[in-house]
């Protein structure tokens, strides 16, 4: 039985609940703009929403959605239905970020948000070995030991994510960003993950602790270098790809797998908010603070500078077993 | 340089000067020795020794109630008084230096005590925002289940505020909770809570006295921001032996003092104890049949004194506290098949506490010498065990355990000096070491399993770190109380600390300087400022006392907290019985620790540096305090006005914008009431009211997306603690039913916390409804709940003194 539950009970005797307050919480109307962008992506996609208490709908803007660069006018964005999501319009645009810009967004409506890409982060070099475990395939690990070198003389904010790869012939495809796989990294105190389910890492009040967005900061190796040592299941986060299959069936050249290494170096306010979307998981005493940086409206408006290391998996990885004939 | 150099050598050579001719206008003399009660040998703290005549001035005696003055050779008068006893007055020669050992006798008449100035608390002392706490009425004040407590008593004086309702937090002049050092004869108690907080560690038959300090620090206190509890134990009864009995609704007390051997060597004894047996019926109707649990709590004190002769004196005291609870959940489903049953055992054991041992040696070195020495060990220990075993017959067994474990272990050694070298100083001064060791959580899993008489899985393994983490504390500290004629009087002081911990080495230099002018016709001014420093935080994320809270070093990263602390304050004594009061005071501080937002803070706290941030924190208000100490009627009413926010400039906490703090209460009165009917009856009351609290509430929801690229709604906070608390009140009454009987005093003490039944929050929390369409918009509703642990509450204790 849930201590917590048996002190609460201990102390109930001669309790009362009641109500001081009630708020409503329908709130104006408001817009709500949202953007975590990349210097690295392809496009980049700012969604817009509005609503008020938990009614939100997509929000068309009735003007333009800009984006400057330094002060000048980078980009205009368009509506792409592709990248809509639930709650959110999606506006898609082009430009090229480096590090120490000042990208603006601003919305016709009235709503705008600044932000200063910060620095990228330097991977040294990764060093990788693979354990296999033939009676478990599943359980074959791939580790990654991966040397960063900090930026000097600031305080720095990190995300730490691996893709899977896929590779038809030696050409690489399909790198979408949400093919992030799982990490092992209990040997890595700076990204220490507890999964849920495993009742040896429950916290003493039956909650778990993650970090499942991998985030950290360089107050452990301020201005040197660190070793970041994880690992992936290389046979589940190639599961299901059947270019891979296919290349194999037929006889061509043969696909291959692999994984991307995406270090980013994030602002300290997107650190806070990656940290606050994670943290809204688990009961708190108080509600978390989420940072907001649209003026005019709500939202957040981020741009991350990351560093990608590819790692084409060696093809005895990859079981002749895996195909499942 | 050299300019400089030559200032410097020239004030020293003044003040050298200064301190040799004021002993050498005419020949003085030290009268010095121990102030004791006639009828139990106690030494009498504070206890005011007078002289000369018209024009008196006078000292007070130390925590050991010794005392030395300088006087002029002659015929010469002093007067001895000490709050509830009759003073004396010895008239004689003195020619040469004097040892003068004075007992006083208790007084069946109240009488105001006649001090002037050299108290180390009060109106009349230099020291400004200090306070005796009088026992007496500590013990005769309505409190939650009729357990006097001390620390609730701190919190109807100005400047401090409870926690949670109904606990034993202290929040002086907007300091947090961790900000406060309670010592117990002179050693810091980590942790003062028993049950969650509803309860201090404090016995009140075993204390002697409390001084309580909140803006002014003498220099011979260092470790804490905000305030000073010193609370001084019994020695013991030299001539008798006497005890104290008490039933309470929740706990019994025993305090049984006496002689070893008479005028040499005494014993002072005391223990409480929950009576968890009362509520057991109630805890097995809310648990399954099968499920037991049970939580108790104890205190223990012992101290032994010995008197080797005039010159020396030896004191041992033990304290040893303890909570426990335990949850018995057991399952048995029966007869199976061919006779194997099915049983299943989970027991939980979770229990906190302190332990103190202490010796200390008191040497007279002459009449204007006095030494203390103490060597202390202080240990706060917290552990959690759970064990399940679960079977099934004798083919299936698993056992499975975890521990859980933190605390912190303090062994330390101190020297004190008060010297005397003439009538207008008395210097104090010391050095002390404190070797820390921090051991925030260590914990481990065993679990085993056996099927079919083959052992399955057998394993160990240690979750967290575990690492200890050292820390070396030194301070030495000087004061002088120095005293310029008959109304000036000023206390200057230094207090440096050295602290190396994690590789690194921190150093504080804290001035502290208090001064009184006496303006005549019993009114006065005093000013003040102090600087602190501390060393160690309590990280907490809840209101109520968790055993869980975890006291953590400073590291390399996380730096020691400074303080910085003015007042300043104007009094009125000339209305015989009466005393008022009015201070203001400012406070800043930096590098306070709070938890960043969203940062996970229940159970593992590991690397929990890397969840804090450092910021500042300011504090300001004005208090008055008005006493009515002589007559039938006493007590007083409290009345503080003040405010306190905070920053976190890296924008882990509130994105680094002001916010107030959690226990910012505007407005704070107490009204306490003592009256005497006769030697029979007497009776107490308490009305408290405070302005609320804050606390963090969201005021609508906002679209958010998360890394992946998913969407997701969540709650908005436009900032930290935006909600304002409604108002508590409450009225507490008690009646003291006293009966001499052939073998000592009974008393009936019958009392009612929060009178009329007010609903003043204990938890409070947020709580979203999510409403039907209101039109085409969905419209959710927050509830602002609370919850109520402490309302009407009767209660009834029997005490029997001998």
Same mark, same amino acid.
């Given at each position: 039985?849930?201590?917590?539950?048996?002190?609460?009970?201990?102390?109930?005797?001669?309790?009362?609940?009641?109500?001081?307050?009630?708020?409503?919480?329908?709130?104006?109307?408001?817009?709500?703009?949202?953007?975590?962008?990349?210097?690295?992506?392809?496009?980049?996609?700012?969604?817009?929403?509005?609503?008020?208490?938990?009614?939100?709908?997509?929000?068309?803007?009735?003007?333009?959605?800009?984006?400057?660069?330094?002060?000048?006018?980078?980009?205009?964005?368009?509506?792409?239905?592709?990248?809509?999501?639930?709650?959110?319009?999606?506006?898609?645009?082009?430009?090229?970020?480096?590090?120490?810009?000042?990208?603006?967004?601003?919305?016709?409506?009235?709503?705008?948000?600044?932000?200063?890409?910060?620095?990228?982060?330097?991977?040294?070099?990764?060093?990788?070995?693979?354990?296999?475990?033939?009676?478990?395939?599943?359980?074959?690990?791939?580790?990654?030991?991966?040397?960063?070198?900090?930026?000097?003389?600031?305080?720095?904010?990190?995300?730490?994510?691996?893709?899977?790869?896929?590779?038809?012939?030696?050409?690489?495809?399909?790198?979408?960003?949400?093919?992030?796989?799982?990490?092992?990294?209990?040997?890595?105190?700076?990204?220490?993950?507890?999964?849920?389910?495993?009742?040896?890492?429950?916290?003493?009040?039956?909650? %778990?602790? =993650?970090?499942? #967005?991998?985030?950290?900061? !360089? $107050?452990?190796? &301020?201005?040197? +270098?660190?070793?970041?040592?994880?690992?992936?299941?290389?046979?589940?986060?190639?599961?299901?790809?059947? %270019?891979? =299959?296919?290349? #194999?069936?037929?006889?061509? !050249? $043969?696909?291959? &797998?692999?994984? +991307?290494?995406?270090?980013?170096?994030?602002?300290?306010?997107?650190?806070?908010?990656?940290?606050?979307?994670?943290?809204?998981?688990?009961?708190?005493?108080?509600?978390?603070?989420?940072?907001?940086?649209? +003026?005019?409206?709500?939202?957040?408006?981020?741009?991350?500078?990351?560093?990608?290391?590819?790692?084409?998996?060696?093809?005895?990885?990859?079981?002749?077993?895996?195909?499942?004939? | 340089?050299?300019?400089?150099?030559?200032?410097?050598?020239?004030?020293?050579?003044?003040?050298?000067?200064?301190?040799?001719?004021?002993?050498?206008?005419?020949?003085?003399?030290?009268?010095?020795?121990?102030?004791?009660?006639?009828?139990?040998?106690?030494?009498?703290?504070?206890?005011?020794?007078?002289?000369?005549?018209?024009?008196?001035?006078?000292?007070?005696?130390?925590?050991?109630?010794?005392?030395?003055?300088?006087?002029?050779?002659?015929?010469?008068?002093?007067?001895?008084?000490?709050?509830?006893?009759?003073?004396?007055?010895?008239?004689?020669?003195?020619?040469?230096?004097?040892?003068?050992?004075?007992?006083?006798?208790?007084?069946?008449?109240?009488?105001?005590?006649?001090?002037?100035?050299?108290?180390?608390?009060?109106?009349?002392?230099?020291?400004?925002?200090?306070?005796?706490?009088?026992?007496?009425?500590?013990?005769?004040?309505?409190?939650?289940?009729?357990?006097?407590?001390?620390?609730?008593?701190?919190?109807?004086?100005?400047?401090?505020?409870?926690?949670?309702?109904?606990?034993?937090?202290?929040?002086?002049?907007?300091?947090?909770?961790?900000?406060?050092?309670?010592?117990?004869?002179?050693?810091?108690?980590?942790?003062?809570?028993?049950?969650?907080?509803?309860?201090?560690?404090?016995?009140?038959?075993?204390?002697?006295?409390?001084?309580?300090?909140?803006?002014?620090?003498?220099?011979?206190?260092?470790?804490?921001?905000?305030?000073?509890?010193?609370?001084?134990?019994?020695?013991?009864?030299?001539?008798?032996?006497?005890?104290?009995?008490?039933?309470?609704?929740?706990?019994?007390?025993?305090?049984?003092?006496?002689?070893?051997?008479?005028?040499?060597?005494?014993?002072?004894?005391?223990?409480?104890?929950?009576?968890?047996?009362?509520?057991?019926?109630?805890?097995?109707?809310?648990?399954?049949?099968?499920?037991?649990?049970?939580?108790?709590?104890?205190?223990?004190?012992?101290?032994?004194?010995?008197?080797?002769?005039?010159?020396?004196?030896?004191?041992?005291?033990?304290?040893?506290?303890?909570?426990?609870?335990?949850?018995?959940?057991?399952?048995?489903?029966?007869?199976?098949?061919?006779?194997?049953?099915?049983?299943?055992?989970?027991?939980?054991?979770?229990?906190?506490?302190?332990?103190?041992?202490?010796?200390?040696?008191?040497?007279?070195?002459?009449?204007?010498?006095?030494?203390?020495?103490?060597?202390?060990?202080?240990?706060?220990?917290?552990?959690?065990?759970?064990?399940?075993?679960?079977?099934?017959?004798?083919?299936?067994?698993?056992?499975?355990?975890?521990?859980?474990?933190?605390?912190?272990?303090?062994?330390?050694?101190?020297?004190?000096?008060?010297?005397?070298?003439?009538?207008?100083?008395?210097?104090?001064?010391?050095?002390?070491?404190?070797?820390?060791?921090?051991?925030?959580?260590?914990?481990?899993?065993?679990?085993?399993?056996?099927?079919?008489?083959?052992?399955?899985?057998?394993?160990?393994?240690?979750?967290?770190?575990?690492?200890?983490?050292?820390?070396?504390?030194?301070?030495?500290?000087?004061?002088?109380?120095?005293?310029?004629?008959?109304?000036?009087?000023?206390?200057?002081?230094?207090?440096?600390?050295?602290?190396?911990?994690?590789?690194?080495?921190?150093?504080?230099?804290?001035?502290?300087?208090?001064?009184?002018?006496?303006?005549?016709?019993?009114?006065?001014?005093?000013?003040?400022?102090?600087?602190?420093?501390?060393?160690?935080?309590?990280?907490?994320?809840?209101?109520?006392?968790?055993?869980?809270?975890?006291?953590?070093?400073?590291?390399?990263?996380?730096?020691?907290?400074?303080?910085?602390?003015?007042?300043?304050?104007?009094?009125?004594?000339?209305?015989?019985?009466?005393?008022?009061?009015?201070?203001?005071?400012?406070?800043?501080?930096?590098?306070?620790?709070?938890?960043?937002?969203?940062?996970?803070?229940?159970?593992?706290?590991?690397?929990?540096?890397?969840?804090?941030?450092?910021?500042?924190?300011?504090?300001?208000?004005?208090?008055?305090?008005?006493?009515?100490?002589?007559?039938?009627?006493?007590?007083?009413?409290?009345?503080?006005?003040?405010?306190?926010?905070?920053?976190?400039?890296?924008?882990?906490?509130?994105?680094?914008?002001?916010?107030?703090?959690?226990?910012?209460?505007?407005?704070?009165?107490?009204?306490?009431?003592?009256?005497?009917?006769?030697?029979?009856?007497?009776?107490?009351?308490?009305?408290?009211?405070?302005?609320?609290?804050?606390?963090?509430?969201?005021?609508?929801?906002?679209?958010?997306?998360?890394?992946?690229?998913?969407?997701?709604?969540?709650?908005?906070?436009?900032?930290?603690?935006?909600?304002?608390?409604?108002?508590?009140?409450?009225?507490?009454?008690?009646?003291?039913?006293?009966?001499?009987?052939?073998?000592?005093?009974?008393?009936?003490?019958?009392?009612?916390?929060?009178?009329?039944?007010?609903?003043?929050?204990?938890?409070?929390?947020?709580?979203?409804?999510?409403?039907?369409?209101?039109?085409?918009?969905?419209?959710?509703?927050?509830?602002?709940?609370?919850?109520?642990?402490?309302?009407?509450?009767?209660?009834?204790?029997?005490?029997?003194?001998?």
């Amino acid at each position: 039985m849930n201590i917590l539950s048996s002190a609460v009970i201990l102390t109930a005797l001669g309790s009362c609940e009641n109500t001081i307050d009630t708020i409503k919480v329908s709130g104006e109307d408001e817009i709500m703009m949202n953007a975590l962008m990349d210097v690295n992506d392809d496009v980049h996609i700012v969604y817009l929403s509005h609503g008020q208490g938990d009614d939100f709908r997509p929000y068309a803007t009735k003007g333009e959605l800009q984006c400057y660069v330094n002060g000048q006018l980078a980009a205009t964005a368009k509506a792409k239905s592709y990248y809509d999501l639930y709650f959110c319009k999606a506006y898609v645009f082009n430009a090229g970020f480096k590090a120490g810009d000042k990208v603006k967004l601003t919305l016709e409506e009235g709503l705008s948000a600044e932000v200063t890409v910060p620095q990228s982060p330097q991977i040294l070099d990764i060093d990788t070995s693979y354990f296999e475990n033939p009676s478990n395939i599943h359980s074959s690990v791939f580790f990654l030991r991966t040397r960063l070198q900090d930026v000097p003389h600031e305080e720095n904010y990190y995300s730490f994510n691996v893709n899977a790869e896929v590779y038809k012939g030696w050409n690489l495809r399909d790198t979408t960003h949400d093919r992030r796989v799982t990490l092992f990294t209990d040997n890595e105190p700076l990204l220490k993950e507890y999964s849920s389910g495993n009742d040896d890492n429950k916290t003493f009040f039956d909650d %778990y602790v =993650k970090n499942k #967005y991998h985030l950290f900061t !360089d $107050k452990s190796f &301020a201005d040197n +270098s660190y070793v970041l040592n994880v690992g992936i299941y290389p046979y589940d986060c190639l599961w299901g790809y059947y %270019y891979i =299959k296919e290349n #194999y069936m037929h006889g061509y !050249d $043969k696909g291959g &797998a692999g994984v +991307s290494v995406i270090v980013s170096s994030i602002s300290p306010e997107t650190y806070r908010y990656i940290k606050a979307i994670e943290s809204s998981d688990f009961w708190h005493f108080e509600p978390v603070i989420f940072p907001q940086n649209v +003026s005019g409206g709500l939202g957040f408006v981020s741009v991350a500078n990351s560093t990608v290391w590819k790692i084409r998996f060696p093809d005895r990885m990859i079981p002749k077993d895996f195909y499942g004939y | 340089m050299r300019l400089k150099a030559l200032h410097s050598a020239i004030l020293i050579n003044i003040f050298m000067f200064s301190l040799v001719a004021a002993g050498q206008n005419s020949r003085k003399f030290t009268v010095s020795g121990y102030v004791t009660d006639i009828e139990s040998g106690e030494s009498l703290i504070g206890a005011g020794v007078l002289s000369g005549g018209e024009a008196k001035t006078g000292v007070s005696t130390n925590e050991f109630g010794w005392y030395n003055v300088s006087l002029r050779e002659g015929r010469t008068t002093i007067e001895y008084h000490y709050v509830g006893y009759e003073p004396k007055t010895i008239a004689f020669d003195l020619n040469k230096d004097t040892v003068i050992n004075v007992t006083l006798s208790p007084s069946t008449t109240l009488s105001e005590a006649v001090v002037v100035a050299r108290n180390n608390a009060g109106i009349r002392s230099t020291n400004m925002s200090a306070l005796d706490v009088p026992i007496s009425q500590v013990i005769k004040s309505p409190t939650l289940f009729g357990e006097s407590d001390i620390i609730k008593f701190l919190q109807m004086l100005p400047g401090v505020q409870g926690g949670m309702e109904g606990t034993t937090g202290i929040h002086v002049r907007g300091g947090s909770q961790d900000e406060n050092l309670v010592m117990l004869d002179g050693i810091p108690i980590y942790n003062i809570d028993h049950v969650l907080g509803i309860f201090s560690v404090f016995t009140p038959e075993a204390v002697k006295k409390v001084t309580f300090y909140k803006g002014a620090f003498p220099a011979r206190y260092g470790g804490r921001i905000s305030s000073i509890v010193d609370v001084r134990t019994n020695d013991g009864n030299l001539k008798e032996t006497h005890g104290v009995v008490s039933v309470g609704m929740l706990t019994s007390r025993v305090h049984v003092e006496g002689p070893l051997k008479q005028d040499k060597t005494s014993f002072s004894l005391s223990f409480r104890g929950m009576h968890t047996l009362f509520y057991q019926p109630f805890i097995k109707l809310a648990m399954k049949d099968e499920a037991k649990a049970n939580f108790y709590f104890y205190d223990a004190n012992a101290k032994f004194s010995h008197k080797f002769d005039d010159r020396n004196r030896l004191y041992l005291g033990v304290y040893n506290g303890w909570d426990k609870l335990t949850v018995d959940d057991l399952y048995d489903e029966g007869s199976g098949s061919e006779g194997t049953f099915s049983k299943s055992a989970d027991k939980y054991r979770i229990g906190w506490g302190n332990t103190i041992a202490a010796m200390r040696l008191n040497h007279i070195f002459s009449s204007t010498l006095f030494s203390n020495t103490t060597v202390a060990f202080n240990n706060y220990r917290m552990s959690i065990e759970n064990k399940y075993n679960n079977s099934y017959g004798t083919q299936y067994i698993n056992d499975y355990s975890y521990k859980y474990k933190s605390g912190i272990t303090d062994g330390s050694a101190r020297m004190d000096f008060e010297w005397t070298p003439n009538s207008s100083n008395s210097v104090r001064f010391g050095v002390e070491y404190t070797f820390h060791t921090f051991k925030p959580e260590t914990s481990s899993f065993t679990n085993k399993a056996v099927e079919g008489g083959t052992v399955q899985t057998d394993s160990t393994y240690n979750e967290l770190d575990g690492r200890k983490l050292r820390g070396h504390e030194a301070s030495v500290f000087i004061e002088d109380d120095i005293f310029i004629g008959e109304r000036l009087s000023f206390n200057p002081g230094l207090h440096y600390t050295a602290f190396y911990t994690d590789g690194k080495f921190y150093n504080s230099l804290q001035p502290r300087l208090s001064a009184r002018m006496d303006l005549g016709k019993g009114y006065a001014v005093k000013a003040a400022y102090s600087r602190m420093a501390q060393y160690v935080h309590l990280l907490t994320s809840s209101d109520i006392s968790l055993p869980t809270d975890l006291w953590v070093p400073i590291t390399k990263n996380i730096k020691p907290v400074i303080g910085d602390h003015y007042s300043i304050g104007a009094y009125y004594s000339g209305l015989k019985g009466w005393e008022f009061s009015l201070e203001g005071y400012y406070k800043k501080t930096k590098n306070i620790v709070e938890y960043q937002d969203g940062a996970t803070v229940m159970g593992t706290s590991a690397n929990w540096y890397d969840k804090v941030s450092m910021g500042e924190g300011r504090s300001y208000g004005a208090e008055i305090f008005v006493q009515k100490t002589l007559g039938k009627t006493t007590g007083f009413v409290s009345y503080t006005l003040s405010k306190s926010d905070r920053i976190f400039r890296d924008g882990m906490v509130n994105n680094g914008r002001w916010y107030p703090y959690k226990y910012d209460r505007r407005h704070n009165l107490v009204v306490s009431v003592f009256h005497k009917f006769s030697d029979r009856v007497d009776v107490a009351g308490n009305f408290v009211f405070t302005t609320g609290g804050t606390t963090t509430v969201p005021t609508r929801q906002i679209v958010a997306i998360a890394p992946d690229g998913t969407s997701t709604y969540d709650d908005y906070v436009p900032y930290k603690n935006n909600y304002r608390l409604p108002c508590s009140h409450r009225l507490n009454l008690g009646v003291n039913l006293h009966k001499q009987k052939r073998h000592g005093e009974r008393i009936w003490n019958f009392s009612i916390y929060n009178v009329y039944n007010a609903m003043n929050p204990n938890l409070v929390y947020s709580d979203t409804d999510y409403n039907a369409e209101d039109g085409n918009v969905t419209t959710n509703t927050i509830r602002i709940k609370k919850i109520t642990l402490l309302p009407f509450m009767p209660s009834i204790s029997y005490t029997f003194k001998f």
